[in-house]
């Protein structure tokens, strides 16, 4: 006999575990609210890990027309990361490794003098300085750099430590969802529930309210329900992946004469200690209809031309393409801050933190909402039951990894140690 449906009251239905959901979930937790977070994939793999990590104060990176000022929402955020990095924020990120404190912006010699004028206006700010010569970093410690070197205060952060530290906050919240066996249904009132057919248990989910944070998926949850609004508009990119022997890690954005840096490199390191760069920026965003071959080969005279003293022999490529999600604003504009809104005469919060950086200045719209709606933290009814029924949502893995598995698993990286350890025994 199949038992009947068991009904789960919650405050907060959190759909799509990224680093809006998850932030916002620590929040909502933190302040009283029963929460759950629904996950379709792995937590964090949409663009969260697919981003370079870097939390900055919004400047605009261009040295191309007019510079728009940085909103107050972005250019408080590097220091709303700082406070919760070292334990002393809204969410606690003291297990968030930082992959560098600062990043780096250069020219080639060709731009020397305007990149000059425009950092010129920007230094008296006091995060921005010239670097020294001999304070540069080893990737441009070389006689063949010319360029102008500046200096920025802004963090560089390890996304994949990031997920694990927001999802080990709210641990026994996340929860995967297989949307072909659940389904988001709204009544004659406008309210949502969540069914869900697990192979035990049918599972009905209430909430005060459903939050969608599902990046490009949101379109798809908002269709499902019958609604188009607030619209979204997707950027498309093809990152490129290096994995190389050298030893220089590097974050930075190289300027060129366009509205997004010409090439910006992040690092990063796969499980066995390889180094990756991570390139972005202009090439990824000029490479989106290049095949693979092409966007590689293109990558690759960019850095013979940028850091021709930088040996390429022997390094692996792989490419990403990618999207980033954002609401729909006029001409396609790049938004300054994150995106919060009700969906008028329902119980759906739709949002895009549109940048990492913003994920906080997100979870802060989506509390006021929530109080300014009079949703306040209610007992959670049959919690358990999700415990019971739904497995739990695991981190992702980086794109990196996806893309340079190791060679040989890591069960035969043991056997093989083991067995020079028995060789040397003998
Ligand atoms: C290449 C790249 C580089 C970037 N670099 C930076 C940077 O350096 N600094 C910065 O500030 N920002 C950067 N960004 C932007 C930043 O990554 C995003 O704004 C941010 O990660 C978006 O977070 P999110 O949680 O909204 O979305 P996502 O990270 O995409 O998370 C959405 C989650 O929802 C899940 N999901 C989707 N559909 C469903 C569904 N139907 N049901 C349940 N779950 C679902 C997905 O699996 C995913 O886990 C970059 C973005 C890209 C693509």
């Known amino acids: 006999m199949i038992p009947s449906p068991v009904s789960i009251a919650l405050d907060l239905a959190i759909i799509g575990g990224g680093v809006a959901g998850l932030w916002l979930a620590n929040r909502a937790k933190s302040a009283g609210y029963s929460v759950a977070v629904f996950e379709s994939g792995g937590l964090g793999g949409g663009q969260t890990l697919a981003s370079q990590g870097m939390i900055h104060g919004g ?74 010569p001999n304070r540069r970093p080893p990737l441009l410690r070389h006689p063949l750099f010319t360029g102008s070197l500046y200096r920025l205060e802004d963090l560089v952060i390890d996304t994949p430590s990031l997920v694990n530290n927001l999802a080990n ?46 990046g490009k998926g949101n379109a798809e949850l908002l269709a499902q329900i019958g609604e188009q ?114 969906v008028p005469g329902t119980n759906v ?12 200045n997100l979870a802060n719209q989506a509390l006021e909402l929530l109080q300014g709606d009079g949703v306040a933290p209610q007992p959670a009814n049959n919690f358990n039951y999700l415990l019971d029924y739904l497995p739990y949502a695991e981190p992702d893995k980086t794109p990196w990894e996806k893309a340079f598995p190791p060679k040989i698993s890591a069960e035969e990286a043991m056997a093989l140690r083991f067995k020079e350890l028995d060789e040397n025994d003998e």
């Open 229 to 342: 609004q607030p619209a979204m508009q997707l950027r498309p990119l093809q990152q490129v992946m290096v994995k190389n022997h050298h030893p220089f890690d590097f974050y930075g954005h190289c300027l060129g004469i366009g509205t997004t840096p010409r090439l910006t490199i992040s690092s990063h390191r796969l499980p066995d200690g390889e180094h990756v760069w991570y390139l972005g920026g202009s090439l990824a965003e000029e490479g989106v209809n290049m095949s693979a071959d092409e966007l590689i080969q293109k990558a690759e005279t960019e850095l013979r031309d940028l850091i021709p003293w930088i040996n390429l022999h022997n390094a692996e490529w792989a490419v990403l393409p990618i999207e980033r999600a954002e609401p729909l604003q006029p001409g396609f504009a790049r938004p300054d801050n994150a995106f919060m809104e009700k």
């Open 169 to 214: 906050n709210i641990e026994g919240h996340c929860f995967c969802i297989d949307w072909s066996q659940a389904q988001l249904l709204k009544d004659a009132t406008g309210q949502l529930s969540l069914h869900i057919q697990t192979p035990q248990q049918s599972l009905v989910i209430q909430a005060q309210r459903f939050i969608f944070t599902a």
């Open 59 to 132: 400047m605009k990176y261009t040295l191309a027309g007019a510079l728009s000022g940085a909103s107050e929402a972005i250019a408080e955020m590097p220091r709303h990361w700082r406070a919760c990095l070292c334990g002393e924020g809204d969410v606690d990120l003291q297990h968030t490794r930082i992959l560098s404190d600062h990043f780096f912006m250069w020219s080639g010699d060709d731009l020397g003098s305007k990149i000059t004028g425009f950092f010129a206006s920007k230094i008296t700010r006091g995060r921005i300085e010239p670097v020294n």
């Open 349 to 360: 919060l739709v949002g895009w933190p549109t940048k990492l950086t913003l994920a906080p």
